[in-house]
């Protein structure tokens, strides 16, 4: 069955949304995005996803669509035209078509193009991967140097995803000047001893609304954090490690570049952060 998607004010069937060919997400990369994760038909961290795509928009100096401020019912009347019980919410901001390819900005008058489309994924709490956990291995981290700003710049991390399954593995964490900058769609974290370890925020990654979440959770459940660069060897030396994304929420990570982490097995520092987390956002879910 065809879904509903949103298209710059419009909700029609996907077969029937299009845009222009001179829209400078497709020819230039031009655009920013932001997925939203949906438990019980409810928005996990809306507030945090929409403060994040308003700073992306702002720090590549792209005006805010039209229907900006009526973003959060244009989700909840996807996620009801769609039925969508567990899934995710893709949504992107491009800076539009000035009519021809050119690589300087058009002139303000053009409008952004304001695309959402729903994804239905059952059993995205209940994922049976997180109590087997995940195997990952290193690449180089080759992506341009502002990681803060969630941009549709995906080519490397799609590469990264790909080496990985050609590795038999799961996933891939980036590394740069000998420390690892995060996963290919996700944060990078590792647990020694009572204590979570993950790289402080930067241009160098993403600020993950999944992370200050977890962070927090951790915090509040007397945890220790540290925000700091990490290495590979540390990582393959930790009790455990694990990644957290708005698809994945807390996924625990069991292998390194072929060295197990701990036990080999999912530790308990990333299964009670994860069940923390799912028990709060469903609490606080819009």
């Not at 039925?83 to 900005?105: C, H, K, N, P, W």
């Not at 799961?170 to 009572?194: P, R």
């Not at 490690?241 to 292998?255: C, D, K, L, N, R």
């Not at 390194?256 to 080999?264: H, K, P």
Request: glycine content about 8%; charged content about 25%; aromatic content about 6%.
């Amino acid at each position: 069955m065809s879904r509903t998607v949103y298209l710059n004010g419009d909700y029609l069937p996907e077969e029937d949304a299009k845009i222009s060919i001179f829209d400078r997400s497709f020819l230039m990369a031009d655009g920013v995005y932001e997925v939203t994760s949906v438990l019980g038909g409810k928005l996990i961290d809306f507030a945090g996803h929409s403060k994040r795509l308003e700073r992306s928009l702002s720090e590549l100096e792209m005006q805010k669509p039209d229907a900006f401020d009526d973003l959060l019912e244009i989700h909840r009347e996807l996620v009801r035209l769609n039925d969508i019980d567990e899934g995710m919410i893709y949504l992107q901001v491009s800076r539009g078509s000035a009519g021809d390819r050119d690589f300087t900005y058009p002139s303000a008058d053009v409008k952004p193009t304001l695309v959402l489309f729903t994804q239905s994924k059952p059993n995205l709490a209940d994922n049976p991967v997180a109590k087997i956990g995940i195997k990952v291995i290193s690449i180089e981290d080759q992506r341009w140097g502002r990681r803060d700003i969630k941009t549709v710049q995906l080519l490397y991390p799609s590469m990264g995803k790909m080496m990985a399954k050609a590795a038999g593995c799961d996933d891939a964490w980036m590394v740069e000047d000998g420390a690892v900058t995060e996963g290919t769609s996700n944060n990078a974290y590792i647990v020694k001893g009572n204590t979570i370890i993950t790289r402080h925020l930067g241009t160098e990654i993403l600020h993950g609304i999944t992370r200050a979440a977890v962070l927090r959770f951790a915090l509040e459940a007397q945890m220790k954090v540290e925000e700091r660069p990490f290495t590979i060897q540390e990582a393959q030396d930790a009790d455990e490690a694990f990644i957290t994304s708005a698809s994945t929420f807390v996924m625990p990570v069991v292998e390194i570049d072929g060295a197990a982490i701990g036990t080999g097995n999912p530790g308990p520092v990333a299964a009670r952060l994860r069940e923390i987390y799912l028990e709060e956002s469903r609490n606080a879910a819009l």
